[in-house]
């Protein structure tokens, strides 16, 4: 009788591949890594890199969107210099400085008061967060044109709000050269204050409630706890509200343009809206590529100093 083969069993060691495997059967950790990160660095090429490094190249030239089939020439510095001797471009930059100020200055201190007021949470406090929360929940464009027709000297309500409390009658809220940089500064106000109560709010929520009772140990007064427990340990949050919102005001564009447009005048021109005047009206897209770089250092180098501000805040 012949022997029958007996069956062996090939048992593969530790970092030896096994003959006969189908190629293409698993992926390694570094291609499926690969595969997951290839499609957001695409995208962040595409809708980042290349928009930045394309708008960096056109500054430099005398290109014409509305004449793409014009030679374009390489002018150096030339737009920079133009730019920087402009003094309509610095009249934007003190409108939107002015803006800047006013806007971030009411947001804090209205929303530092509706925080310490939520913190108390009293019995409805869960209903009035949502309510308060409601204007950041609105897209820019449309808060502006509700404002719009708010502001309406004809059929307004403005004008029957301040009437009743005796005010000077019918006046043109956007139309007048000194009330139209409040009435942005008042609507961004009303829309963005929410979110600086949130993020106030959150700091306050993160202090630990042993400082207060040991401050109430030694029979702290209220102003000192708030001085000396409450602001320092909420500053963080506060640099931070400030860094999000100045970000967010310097770039500010779609509820200003549906406001106002930059009007009467150029009280209300703001940098965002002379750099759309400059590379959708007038069509000099090397110009306001050049403005465009300059609002991104000069945004860039806010952020940077801020940052560092806020790091030695940190390290107290």
Same mark, same amino acid.
């Given at each position: 009788?012949?022997?029958?083969?007996?069956?062996?069993?090939?048992?593969?060691?530790?970092? !030896?591949?096994?003959?006969?495997?189908?190629?293409?059967?698993?992926?390694?950790?570094?291609?499926?890594?690969?595969?997951?990160?290839?499609?957001?660095? *695409?995208?962040?090429?595409?809708?980042?890199?290349?928009?930045?490094?394309?708008?960096?190249?056109?500054?430099?030239?005398?290109?014409?969107?509305?004449?793409?089939?014009?030679?374009?020439?390489?002018?150096?510095?030339?737009?920079?210099?133009?730019?920087?001797?402009?003094?309509?471009?610095?009249?934007?930059?003190?409108?939107?400085?002015?803006?800047?100020?006013?806007?971030?200055?009411?947001?804090? *201190?209205?929303?530092?008061?509706?925080?310490?007021?939520?913190?108390?949470?009293?019995?409805?406090?869960?209903?009035?967060?949502?309510?308060?929360?409601?204007?950041?929940?609105?897209?820019?464009?449309?808060?502006?044109?509700?404002?719009?027709?708010?502001?309406?000297?004809?059929?307004?309500?403005?004008?029957?709000?301040?009437?009743?409390?005796?005010?000077?009658?019918?006046?043109?809220?956007?139309?007048?050269?000194?009330?139209?940089?409040?009435?942005?500064?008042?609507?961004?106000?009303?829309?963005?204050?929410?979110?600086?109560? *949130?993020?106030?709010?959150?700091?306050?929520?993160?202090?630990?409630?042993? *400082?207060?009772?040991?401050?109430? !140990?030694?029979?702290?007064?209220?102003?000192?706890?708030?001085?000396? !427990?409450?602001?320092?340990?909420?500053?963080?949050?506060?640099?931070?509200?400030?860094?999000?919102?100045?970000?967010?005001?310097?770039?500010?564009?779609?509820?200003?343009?549906?406001?106002?447009?930059?009007?009467?005048?150029?009280?209300?021109?703001?940098?965002?809206?002379?750099?759309?005047?400059?590379?959708?009206?007038?069509?000099?897209?090397?110009?306001?590529?050049?403005?465009?770089?300059?609002?991104?250092?000069?945004?860039?180098?806010?952020?940077?100093?801020?940052?560092?501000?806020?790091?030695?805040?940190?390290?107290?």
């Amino acid at each position: 009788m012949s022997a029958l083969p007996l069956a062996t069993t090939v048992r593969a060691e530790p970092g !030896i591949a096994v003959r006969g495997r189908v190629p293409g059967q698993g992926l390694s950790d570094r291609a499926l890594a690969w595969l997951f990160v290839g499609p957001t660095i *695409l995208l962040l090429l595409a809708f980042n890199i290349f928009p930045l490094v394309w708008t960096i190249w056109l500054s430099f030239t005398n290109f014409r969107a509305n004449r793409p089939g014009a030679d374009v020439l390489w002018v150096g510095i030339g737009n920079y210099s133009r730019v920087l001797n402009d003094e309509s471009i610095w009249e934007n930059m003190r409108a939107t400085a002015h803006f800047l100020t006013c806007s971030i200055t009411l947001q804090l *201190l209205i929303g530092f008061g509706l925080a310490l007021m939520l913190n108390r949470r009293f019995r409805t406090h869960s209903f009035w967060s949502t309510a308060i929360l409601l204007p950041m929940m609105l897209a820019p464009a449309v808060v502006g044109t509700f404002w719009k027709y708010f502001f309406e000297p004809q059929y307004g309500i403005f004008n029957y709000i301040v009437n009743f409390f005796g005010g000077p009658g019918t006046f043109t809220m956007l139309g007048d050269t000194r009330l139209s940089p409040w009435a942005i500064v008042l609507v961004d106000t009303w829309m963005w204050t929410p979110y600086v109560m *949130l993020l106030l709010l959150a700091g306050l929520r993160s202090i630990p409630s042993y *400082l207060y009772e040991a401050a109430e !140990i030694d029979r702290a007064s209220e102003w000192t706890k708030f001085w000396r !427990i409450t602001l320092p340990m909420v500053m963080p949050f506060i640099i931070l509200a400030v860094l999000f919102r100045v970000i967010e005001n310097f770039k500010m564009f779609d509820l200003v343009d549906q406001l106002t447009n930059g009007g009467p005048g150029s009280v209300t021109e703001l940098a965002s809206i002379k750099l759309k005047r400059e590379a959708f009206e007038k069509w000099r897209t090397g110009y306001s590529s050049a403005l465009a770089i300059i609002l991104f250092v000069a945004i860039y180098g806010l952020s940077l100093v801020t940052v560092r501000f806020l790091d030695r805040v940190k390290q107290r």
